[in-house]
Every structure is written in structure tokens, then in C-alpha cells.
């Protein structure tokens, strides 16, 4: 190299790294890393030729990394292609290029370490590259498949259906830019083959599946031998065959798994940072047989490979917890095979591993953590009571604040009732008191994380009022954010000011903590605090399992909870028994309607579900009464006052109308006046509110109707709005809403009520905050019926009324009677109106005494008109 100058070392450099992208022989490189280095010593600093070898520098580097996987080669390329794009001028043709290199090294950061901040600026640098390179460069179809690779990893990462669909858009529009026999088209087959993976993972539909096994077939067949990405061809191949096989159960597809992955492992050198990928693939295949065939001996390389998958993993790699979880799964099967203890040690301590957040993606550390869970209810010895504790701890993470409301509901979705299962395991243990906090932390997830943005700071105010004008702040913006429709004045967010958000405001809450006294600021309540909420009597929380139910019961002034074992009641009766409501609420046409239509005759006989209100009666209610001593009450105008909060499937059952109606005093209401909760968090953050003055009532709908009596201090609405309808629920104390509701079945988030010029939905409710409220009457339809998927969400009108500041809700379970709605709603007004307040009990007992009106009425057996009416909250 003596005697050359810079220029001509840059030459021999650029030669030996072409030479490299042709051959892959990593001399070449090394040669081209070495010229290069030269010559950027000798380069004056002011050169123009710089900007160039800095360029090529930062490209040499992340060539190594990409072959060796070593952290200094990629920390090499980002300084470099930084100090490139700091020196150079945005009119230079070449810096959409060098913002695209840019892209890709924050993409292999986030790759390396798995962090969101890397992502999301891998994103914003890939995105600007883009949009400057103009229609027709040749660079476009690259510029694409960049930005495809990104949304790939973050809808990877998060789950959010938008990065999907975009990964998808982009990915196509690489492939439909490149010609035929382009050296990148295998790539660009390859990547739309993960897009569509990942899309048959979202939604199931096998046709994606099969569009997946198309592309990525196509990439293996374009691809040469000897190509040094002939090995992640078949490794990609081999996952898509691994689920098609697990979808279809073809054992054709499943010998191709083992097949693809084996190449894989096969072609790949020993140096490779792929190399504990394709360990960890093959492992998965040979698992797979030996469940489909039970030869011993693919259980045992099934081990092997996770063995060696773990070991050569680096430490902090994202993909550490799932080496970790396939080890503890093959560990587990060894075990049931040997009985050998070492290898249920080995099960247990990998299980461990596999569900503490380190640098894995949360939504895949907690999937780990609650496999781990559900076996422990097949094999006791996994120690199911830690299982769930992690599953427990890492849901906010998984469920976490930077995704959108829409996207932690879906994402809720498929966790299957993890709150109930988690409650089950500690009563199981007798762990009453955990079974407890365990359901309060995991159940009405999004509901919590909403009333924790907008807890008030007056503590924190009084000692560190900076601070704490700092978190108010940034929890208002990113409640506003997570909405998926923010109101038309608000700032537009992005997915990565809502992560940023996420972030600062977790960043926040840890300073906030460290302070003196504040160790346990917004933290999940113990169970302390929760018993608490048996203010004016016994709450009961019923946690319906597939296999039996329980009640956990809270009585006044005791410091325990109760348990009552309900082993006659299963979460398949529930099931049940929603099933005949359904259908019965379908021949009477209150089920599901948009606007009601004429009411039915009232001498049409009713379909009878006296089966299902005696089968609650005598296998869940009546046991708890007799539980709680309250069967042999004999004072009808002074009975007690049961707040129930149901869970699973039993939460859309009518516990306050159980009864055998053909025995006497066999009726829950003969007994107890019944209330409901969606949480005992929402039964404490309630204030009961009494004012010196007859409440100031917003009626919006028909305020007076002829036959009965005025509601006093209510203003008639003619032209209701929906910013006006708000507006006027700040001035007024209560508000009734008459006017038609409607529950959304495929999107209960886009539930709501009917005004002149729109809806106002579940979304906008549930963003306001009012202060000092008290009663909500939704005289509408179906403002309490939940989503059958998230049973535990309480996704509903009323729940959204309590969210935004009403600690008392009346509402109905489905849609009423034009006639019976102004009777019931008359009868409660005049008894609330006379004690000026709710908060203790005062609503119930209003509606408890005017559906035994409406009762006594229209006839006991006319089921379908008075059960709905219920009271919501304290």
C-alpha cells in the first residue's frame, strides 16, 4: 500500500468489495475495510471525496456485520454513515441514499438489541429516503423493500394491524418494480412471503398461508446455488410449511418443515449470527414429529437443537426468551418421557427465563409466560401460582400504553380470559387474597390503564408540582393519542409520538417512584385497599372458569376475603345460558336493533327462561346468600345491598333476576337489592356526591311524557349534538339520555348514541374526564351489553358513562319497551330526587324498587321487559 494515495487505496477498497459481493469471501472484505481505512487517513478533511469514502466505509462495515455479527462493525457503519449525511447537502443527488443507509442501520440495531426508539428512527430515516427518490429511479423498488423490512419488524414487535397492512403495501410495490432477472427479486419474493405470514398469523385465513409458501418458493427457486441467502430461503420456507402443517395437520408439510429447516442449518457456516435461528427452526420441526409420530428420537434432537439454539444466542439478544421457552418445552416433554428430575429443573429454570422482560419483545415475553400458565393447569408441579404471577406482571407490557385502544383490545383478545385462569390458580391454592388482586389487575385492562391517565396528582402536586404538571401533561397527551379518533381540533399522533409518548410516561412513573413516599404511585391496588369497596354491603366477584365457579366475597369491616366454591356452575352452563337469552331476545326482536321498532303485542306469550334464572338461582346466587346469611331476612323494605361483579362468561347472565319463579321467597330481589361493578377499582375512585339543591338534570331526548310527571330541573334538548350534548354534561349534576343507543358488535368501541348529527360513541366518552357527577340514566338500548369477546373489558355504554366520571349508571342489558322505559325511569327519579344524592347505595335501591313496579305491572313472567333494567357502580 506504500506510495498510493488516497484515491487510488479508495479504488483497490471499492474492487475488493465488489469482489466480496460477488464471491462472499470474507478476505475480499477484510482487504476492502483495510483500503478504505487507509485512505481515510489520508484524505484532507475538507475533500470532497470524503463524503464519498465515508459512504463506502459505513457500507464495508455493515457488510461484516451482517456476516460476523459483531457489535463493532455495526457501530462502525452507523458513525460512518452519519458523519456522511452530516457533511453532506440535501441537494446532493446522493443523500436520499445515505438517510436509506442510515434506515437499514438503525433497523440492524433494533435487530441486535430490540429496541422500539432504533425502530421507529429506522422508519423515519427509511421514509424520508423514499419519499426524495423520485418515480422511476432505479433505486425505488430498494427504497420499498427497506421500508417494507421495517414495518415488517414492528408489526412484529407490536402487533399493530397498520404496520402490517403497510409491510404488505410496501413489499408489493418492491416486487412489482423489479424487473425480471433483477439480482433482488428473490429478495423481494422473499419479503411480501413474510408479510403474508404474518397476516395468516393475525387473521387465520389459510389463503395468506398459502400465498406465504407461493412467494417464498419462488424467492428458493430464483435464488442460485451457493448464494449465501440459499440458507434463509429454506429457513423461511421451513416455517411456513411448519404452519401450514400445524393448521392443516398434513404430515406431507410437516416432513417438508424438517426438511427446509435442515438445509438451512446445513448451508449456514459455523460463524454465522443466523446460526442459533436455524438451530432454534429445526427444533421447532423435530418437535413437531415427535408429537405427530412419538419417535424418541426426534425428541431428542428437537432438545439438541434448542440446546445449542440457547448456547450460542448472545446475551441480551431479543430473541434470548423464546430460546429460552423452546427449551423449557422440550425439557418438559423429556421429563414426562424420563421422569429424569434434572430435566424438569432444567423445564422450570427456562420457563423462568423465558418470561423475564429483558430485551424480548413484551407481547412475546408474555405469550412465554402464559404458555408456561396454561400447562401448569395439565402438570401442577410447574408451579402454576408463579406462572401466572409473571403473567400478571408482564400483561402491562404486553397490553401497554403507546398502541392504540383498538389495537390493545385485539391484542386482549387473544389472551383468553387470562384473569379468570389466573384467579383460578390461586384459589386453587387458597390463595384468596391474590386470587383477589389478580382479578381486579387483569381484568378491565384498557379501562385501568385510562383511569390511571387521568388519576389525580394532588399528592405529588403538593410536593413536587413540576413534576407533576409534567406527567399530567404527558398523560393527557397520550390518552388522547391511544384513541383511534382523536377529536378533528386535537394534534394528529403518529405511531411513534404515541410510543414516545409511552415511553416518557414510563419514564416518569420510575423517577416518581424513587421519591420518598411515593414507592407505590399508580401501582395495582393490594387487596388492603380492595376491601375497602364494601362500603354499604357485600361484594361478590364470581369468577366463572371452564371447569367450576367461585365467589370471592368482601364483606363490611372485615379484613379477609371470603370464598364459597360454586362446583354446580361451569363457564359451558353460562355459555348456555346466554345462548337461550340470545335466542329468545331474537324472537321478541330485542337483540340488536339500530332504531326500535312498534313494541310487540303485550299478550304475545314470552319465551320462558325460568330454566336459566333457576339454574343461576340455585347454583350461583342463592348459595351466596345463604353464604352471607341473607336468605332469612324478613324486612322487605330494608334489605341489604349486594354489589355484584361477575366475570368471564357469567358477566352476561341477569344475577338480579335469579329465581325459581315457581317457589315462594325463591327470587334473588326477595332477599337483597342487587348492584353491579365492572371493577372494585371503579367502586372506589366513585365519590358519593350530595348536594344542597335538587340535582341539575340534562335530559337529552323526550324530557316530559304525557302520563307522567316532569323530571324536575330537566332541560329539553331539541337539537342535541354531540359537542353540545357535551358541553351541557359539564354544567349538569345527572344526565338522562332517551334517545336511541346502539351496540356495535363487530366494534363495540364504535358503540354509542344516535344524535342529529351523528353518534357519540364509546371513543369520545371515554375521553372526557367530568368532575363532580353523579347519576347517569341511559334509557336507550343495550348500554350495558358488553363484547362476547372480552367478556372482561366491559366494553360498553355504561362502563364508558362511569369512565368518564359518573359513579352511578342505570342502564339496560338489552333493548326495552317504548311504554315500560318512562314508567321505570319516573319511579327512580322520585325516589332519588327525595334523598338529593347517589354514591351510597341510593340508585339501586331506586331501580330495585321501580322494577318491582314495572314487575307488578306487566306480570312476573314477562322476563324480557323488566330483567334489563340494572344499576351500575355505587
Same mark, same amino acid.
Given at each position: ?6 484515491k ?24 476492502a ?27 464495508y ?37 445515505q ?32 419519499? =426524495? &427518490? $423520485?418515480?422511476?429511479?432505479?433505486? /425505488? !423498488?430498494?427504497?420499498? %423493500?427497506?421500508?417494507?423490512? +421495517? #414495518?415488517? @419488524?414492528? *408489526?412484529?414487535?407490536?402487533?399493530e ?9 410496501y ?92 438445509c438451512?442449518?446445513? =448451508? &449456514? $457456516?459455523?460463524?454465522?449470527?443466523? /446460526? !442459533?435461528?436455524?438451530? %432454534?427452526?429445526?427444533?421447532? +420441526? #423435530?418437535? @413437531?414429529? *415427535? ?31 423464546l ?57 401442577n408441579y ?55 388482586e ?24 403538593s ?21 383511534q ?16 409518548l ?65 362446583s ?12 337461550q ?53 324478613d ?68 324530557s ?60 369520545t ?22 363484547d ?14 362511569m ?10 342489558m ?61
Amino acid at each position: 500500500m506504500d506510495g498510493l494515495d488516497y484515491k487510488d487505496l479508495y479504488k483497490e477498497g471499492e474492487f475488493y468489495h465488489n469482489e466480496f459481493r460477488r464471491s462472499k469471501n470474507l478476505d475480499d472484505l477484510e482487504k476492502a475495510i483495510d483500503y478504505g481505512n487507509r485512505a481515510l487517513e489520508l484524505i484532507p478533511s475538507e475533500h470532497l471525496d470524503l463524503l464519498t469514502l465515508l459512504s463506502c466505509l459505513g457500507a464495508y462495515h455493515d457488510d461484516r456485520y451482517r456476516r460476523l455479527g459483531k457489535l463493532d462493525d455495526m457501530e462502525k457503519s452507523m458513525e460512518y454513515d452519519v458523519r456522511a449525511l452530516e457533511i453532506m447537502p440535501e441537494t446532493n443527488p446522493h443523500f436520499p441514499n445515505q438517510l436509506a443507509n442510515i434506515g437499514v442501520s438503525y433497523g440492524l440495531l433494533y435487530q441486535r438489541f430490540g429496541k422500539v426508539d432504533s425502530l421507529n428512527k429506522a422508519i423515519k430515516y427509511k421514509s424520508r429516503a423514499l419519499k =426524495l &427518490t $423520485p418515480d422511476g429511479h432505479p433505486d /425505488l !423498488p430498494g427504497r420499498y %423493500a427497506a421500508l417494507g423490512v +421495517s #414495518y415488517v @419488524d414492528r *408489526y412484529q414487535r407490536l402487533g399493530e394491524g397498520d404496520d402490517l397492512n403497510k409491510s404488505i403495501e410496501y413489499n408489493s410495490r418492491a416486487l412489482e418494480l423489479t424487473p425480471d432477472g433483477h439480482l433482488d427479486l428473490p429478495n423481494r419474493h422473499a419479503a411480501l412471503g413474510v408479510s403474508y405470514t404474518d397476516r395468516y398469523r393475525r387473521l387465520k385465513k389459510v389463503a395468506d398461508l398459502n400465498k406465504a409458501i407461493e412467494y417464498k418458493s419462488r424467492a428458493l427457486e430464483l435464488t442460485p446455488e451457493n448464494h449465501p441467502d440459499l440458507s434463509s430461503r429454506h429457513a423461511t420456507l421451513g416455517v411456513s410449511y411448519t404452519d401450514r402443517y400445524r393448521e392443516l395437520g398434513q404430515v406431507d408439510d410437516l416432513n417438508k418443515a424438517v426438511k427446509h429447516s435442515s438445509c438451512a442449518l446445513e =448451508l &449456514t $457456516p459455523d460463524d454465522h449470527p443466523d /446460526l !442459533p435461528s436455524r438451530h %432454534a427452526t429445526l427444533g421447532v +420441526s #423435530y418437535s @413437531d414429529r *415427535y408429537r405427530r409420530t412419538g419417535k424418541l428420537l426426534d425428541l431428542y434432537k428437537s432438545f439438541e437443537h434448542d440446546f445449542f439454539a440457547l448456547n450460542l444466542t448472545p446475551d441480551r439478544h431479543p430473541t434470548l426468551s423464546l430460546r429460552h421457552f423452546n427449551l423449557a418445552v422440550s425439557s418438559h416433554e423429556l421429563y414426562l418421557y424420563t421422569s429424569d428430575p434434572d430435566c424438569l429443573h432444567s423445564s422450570l429454570d427456562s420457563f423462568r427465563k423465558a418470561s423475564q422482560l429483558l430485551t424480548g419483545a413484551a407481547r412475546d415475553v408474555f405469550n412465554n409466560a402464559f404458555q408456561w400458565a396454561k400447562l401448569t393447569s395439565k402438570y401442577n408441579y410447574l408451579n402454576p401460582i408463579e406462572a401466572f404471577r409473571a403473567v400478571v406482571d408482564l400483561l402491562p407490557h404486553f397490553i401497554w400504553l403507546g398502541a392504540t385502544t383498538s389495537q390493545r383490545y385485539h391484542d386482549l383478545s387473544l389472551v383468553e380470559n387470562v384473569a379468570v385462569r389466573a384467579a383460578s390458580a390461586a384459589i386453587r391454592s387458597s390463595e384468596y387474597s391474590l386470587a383477589l388482586e389478580w382479578l381486579e389487575h387483569a381484568r378491565c385492562v384498557v379501562w385501568n390503564q385510562s383511569l390511571m391517565l387521568r388519576s389525580p396528582l394532588d399528592t405529588l402536586e403538593s410536593s413536587y408540582p413540576a413534576l407533576a404538571a409534567q406527567l399530567r401533561e404527558t398523560a393527557k397527551q397520550l390518552h388522547h393519542a391511544s384513541s383511534q379518533n382523536p377529536a378533528p381540533s386535537s394534534v394528529t399522533y403518529s405511531s411513534e409520538h404515541r410510543h414516545q409518548l409511552a415511553k416518557e410516561y414510563d419514564d416518569l412513573l420510575a423517577q416518581v417512584r424513587k421519591l420518598p413516599g411515593f414507592e407505590t404511585f399508580l401501582r395495582p391496588m393490594e387487596v388492603k385497599e380492595l376491601l375497602k369497596t364494601a362500603r354499604y354491603g357485600p361484594v361478590v366477584v364470581i369468577n366463572c372458569h371452564d371447569a367450576h365457579c367461585d365467589a370471592l366475597v368482601i364483606k363490611p369491616g372485615k379484613d379477609h376475603v371470603g370464598h364459597l366454591a360454586l362446583s354446580d356452575y361451569t363457564e359451558e352452563k353460562a355459555r348456555n345460558a346466554r345462548s337461550q337469552i340470545d335466542t329468545m331476545l331474537r324472537n321478541k326482536r330485542l337483540r340488536e336493533r339500530g332504531f326500535k321498532p312498534k313494541a310487540l303485542p303485550l299478550s304475545e306469550p314470552e319465551p320462558d327462561i325460568g330454566l336459566v334464572l333457576a339454574s343461576l338461582w340455585n347454583e350461583v346466587v342463592k348459595p351466596v346468600l345463604d353464604y352471607l346469611g341473607y336468605l332469612d331476612n324478613d324486612a322487605p323494605n330494608d334489605l341489604p345491598h349486594v354489589t355484584w361483579c361477575p366475570t368471564g362468561a357469567i358477566t352476561f347472565l341477569p344475577l338480579h333476576a335469579a329465581g325459581d319463579y315457581g317457589q315462594p321467597r325463591s327470587r334473588v330481589f326477595d332477599h337483597v337489592i342487587s348492584s353491579y361493578t365492572p371493577t372494585l377499582n371503579a367502586l372506589l375512585s366513585s365519590v358519593p356526591t350530595v348536594l344542597d339543591r335538587p340535582p341539575r338534570v340534562l335530559a337529552v331526548g323526550q324530557s316530559i311524557t304525557p302520563g307522567h310527571s316532569p323530571l324536575q330541573g330537566v332541560t329539553r334538548e331539541l337539537e342535541s349534538t354531540t359537542a353540545t350534548v357535551l358541553a351541557e354534561m359539564e354544567r349538569y349534576d345527572w344526565v338522562h339520555l332517551a334517545c336511541h343507543a346502539h351496540q356495535n358488535i363487530m366494534n363495540p368501541t364504535k358503540s354509542g348514541f344516535y344524535l342529529h348529527d351523528g353518534t357519540l360513541d364509546l371513543v369520545t366518552i371515554t375521553q372526557r374526564s367530568f368532575k363532580n357527577k353523579g347519576l347517569a340514566f341511559l334509557s336507550a338500548c343495550q348500554t350495558a351489553t358488553g363484547d362476547e369477546r372480552l367478556p372482561d373489558e366491559a366494553i360498553h355504554l355504561a362502563s364508558g358513562m362511569m369512565m368518564a366520571g359518573y359513579p352511578s349508571v342505570v342502564a339496560s342489558m338489552w333493548s326495552v319497551m317504548d311504554e315500560d322505559a318512562p314508567f321505570v325511569a319516573d319511579k327512580v327519579y322520585e325516589m332519588l330526587m327525595k334523598a338529593g344524592k347517589v354514591g351510597n347505595g341510593e340508585a339501586g335501591r331506586a331501580v330495585h324498587y321501580a322494577v318491582a313496579g314495572l314487575r307488578e305491572k306487566v306480570g312476573e313472567k314477562e322476563f324480557g321487559r323488566w330483567v334489563p333494567y340494572i344499576h351500575i357502580g355505587s
